[in-house]
């Protein structure tokens, strides 16, 4: 299994994939909304678009498909389904229709877990979406699933939880603070306006959950769900406080009502035990380690955008 196409491959979690696979000796394809002038082995199109995908896929003919597009954010709710569902089937479809049969590793979240209480979240538990998000992305493991089921398709759903690294979106509480941070620096600035820093997260560095995609595909078993995380939970605070002691700034932190999200969960926090024992998987990177690569990255970002 050596040639892959991913789907999002310019997203965080997509970039960070295509660069560990290409380092492992890979030959990587992308499948995009936006041209990736990166890599002449990238295709242009929605995920949506089944003429766009059936042409990808008969060009690439991968032997492993990561499907990472997706509809994080959006203020449409019928985005989410557009993107995560019907995008999800449109790939599918398009897969049985260039005869083709890749190993096809999705990636989902831990958001369709609901609340819980704070013990860890293993994969057999009954899901509860609380969000449009959520929602779309049980329908999506589903729809997914489904084809497993019929078509015997060897389908593995990874549910990530919280991801962090250089290149995250600053739409996301630890990169938000990092740019912040960042940009306080620059400017001489000290203050912080944060949402609610009492919630409990399970953080997992970005790099480490690629390393798992990979060993999914390679000794993942089809029709399985596994859970990609850390198993230990932190609070957004503390990822605040790691990073206010990297600066030399002096801080202020204000609470702001606007950054207060509805159904936030109060905690939650995975089991990883499952992925261990199939794939031998562990996580390698500390948060201290993730949360200075995020900062530094931010400090970059923020000083190209002056130049």
Known sequence: ???????????FVGSHLAGHLTAAGWDVFGFGRRPDGTN???????????????????????????????????????LFYMVNLLGTVALFESV??????????VASSSAVYGHRSGKPI??????????????????????ALRYYQS??????????FNLLGPGQSAD?????FARQI????????????????SARRDFLDVRDAARAFELVAKKGKAGQVYNVCSGHAVAI?????EMISMSPNQFTVELGAARFQKNDIPIQVGNSLKLNRATGWRPKISLRESLSDLLNDWRQRVQSELE
């Open 1 to 11: 299994m050596k040639r892959a196409l991913i789907t999002g491959k310019q997203g």
């Open 40 to 78: 002449s082995r990238s295709f242009q199109g929605e995920i949506t678009d089944r003429h766009a995908l059936r042409f990808a896929l008969e060009e690439a003919r991968p032997d492993v498909i990561f499907h990472l597009a997706g509809r994080i954010k959006s203020d449409a709710s019928e």
């Open 96 to 105: 049985l229709a260039a005869g083709i049969r890749p190993v096809m590793v």
């Open 122 to 143: 293993s994969e057999r538990v009954v899901l509860h979406p609380l969000t449009h998000y959520a929602v779309s992305k049980t329908a999506q493991e589903a729809a």
């Open 151 to 160: 078509f015997c398709l060897p389908v593995m759903i990874v549910r990530m």
């Open 172 to 176: 996301l509480a630890c990169s938000a």
């Open 182 to 197: 960042a940009l306080a620096e620059l400017n001489d600035e000290n203050g912080i306006v944060t949402g609610n820093l």
């Open 237 to 241: 605070r503390k990822c605040l406080s």
